[in-house]
């Protein structure tokens, strides 16, 4: 799962991997792992960024956000 949202986000907001990663209590490396889709986020750690940024997991994972329409089918 290769997480478009989390480095949009970070980027966007002109963040390092290293401050992200040190803000998050993780490795730089494990940062880059969940951005690219080498390694995939505990729970608690996918709850934990998105508290940090204040986004939604959805938008994380997907770089998009979704409303309760979408989910219509």
């Known amino acids: 799962m290769c997480m478009q949202g989390l480095q949009l986000l970070r980027k966007a907001r002109n963040l390092s991997q290293q401050q992200v990663a040190f803000d998050l209590n993780i490795t730089r490396e494990a940062l880059s792992h969940y951005e690219n889709g080498r390694r995939e986020p505990s729970l608690d ?25 979408d989910n219509k089918t």
């Open 45 to 69: 750690m996918l709850v934990k960024m998105s508290r940090y940024f204040n986004k939604s997991i959805d938008f994380l994972i997907t770089g998009k956000e979704f409303s309760k329409k």
